[in-house]
């Protein structure tokens, strides 16, 4: 059993940047892979970027180069940080976590994992 609370989320100007993180409960973080998911009104929710217990990162394509995923095992925190925003990034930015998961093809889709934060919202205005 894993909670997952994210913060950090605000309203920013175009090509200005933002750090997101999700803080989880228990003693067991470092086993579990996390994945940053986001939805924007009337979408479905989309893979953002993910990091597998293992260290391996993925990133969505419309992200890759601006955002960065990383972990600290001893704060049980992940984070996003995301530079240069762009208005199309607008969303509420959703936290998940999955155990000691590595293969991409579950890291990178929704219902891959079992776990979710509340979320964070993010607007990128123009």
């Known amino acids: 059993q894993v909670q997952l609370v994210e913060s950090g989320g605000g309203l920013v100007q175009a090509g200005e940047s933002l750090r997101l993180s999700c803080a989880a409960s228990?003693?067991?973080?470092?086993?579990?892979?996390m994945g940053w998911f986001r939805q924007a009104p009337g979408k479905e929710r989309e893979f953002v970027a993910a990091?597998?217990?293992?260290?391996?990162?993925y990133y969505a394509d419309s992200v890759k180069g601006r955002f960065t995923i990383s972990r600290d095992n001893a704060k049980n925190t992940v984070y996003l940080q995301m530079n240069s925003l762009k208005p199309e990034d607008t969303a509420v930015y959703y936290c998940?976590?999955?155990?000691?998961?590595?293969?991409?093809?579950?890291?990178?889709?929704?219902?891959?994992?079992?776990?979710w934060g509340q979320g964070t919202q993010v607007t990128v205005s123009s």
């Open positions: 228990g003693r067991t973080f470092s086993s579990y892979s």
């Open positions: 990091i597998s217990w293992t260290g391996s990162t």
């Open positions: 998940a976590a999955v155990v000691r998961i590595s293969v991409r093809m579950v890291l990178t889709t929704t219902g891959g994992y079992d776990y």
